[in-house]
């Protein structure tokens, strides 16, 4: 079983930056595609981007594009969002999801991944 711990969620203030970590606890980690999803409130929870085993490959929903960054570092087990010029719209709870499959332009669903973490609180005031 592989477990996902996020961290790095609090409140800031409109056009600030946050960076979320996620840490596996699988050995197999750098073989896995990562994908970070998230929830706002009255909202289902949707795709916000995803990378590659090596890091080499990324993908982003439009709304993010240009101010959320996804990277890895396999050594630590962890995936990151850093995330830029925040707006309001940003505010949700955020995932991130593990599978053991190949880089796909189609893993962008939840029911694509298998392993998911407890989310981690983003505020956004304005």
């Known amino acids: 079983q592989v477990q996902l711990v996020e961290s790095g969620g609090g409140l800031v203030q409109a056009g600030g930056s946050l960076r979320l970590a996620c840490t596996a606890s699988?050995?197999?980690?750098?073989?896995?595609?990562m994908g970070w999803f998230r929830r706002a409130p009255g909202k289902e929870r949707e795709f916000v981007a995803h990378?590659?085993?090596?890091?080499?490959?990324?993908y982003y929903v439009d709304s993010v594009k240009g101010r959320f960054t996804i990277s890895r570092d396999n050594a630590k087990n962890t995936v990151y969002l850093q995330m830029n010029s925040l707006k309001p719209e940003d505010t949700a709870v955020y995932y991130c999801?593990?599978?053991?499959?190949?880089?796909?332009?189609?893993?962008?669903?939840?029911?694509?991944?298998?392993?998911w973490g407890q989310g981690t609180q983003v505020t956004v005031s304005s």
């Open positions: 999801a593990g599978v053991s499959r190949p880089f796909s332009y189609e893993l962008t669903t939840e029911g694509a991944y298998t392993y």
């Open positions: 990378i590659n085993w090596t890091g080499g490959r990324t």
């Open positions: 699988a050995r197999t980690f750098s073989t896995y595609t």
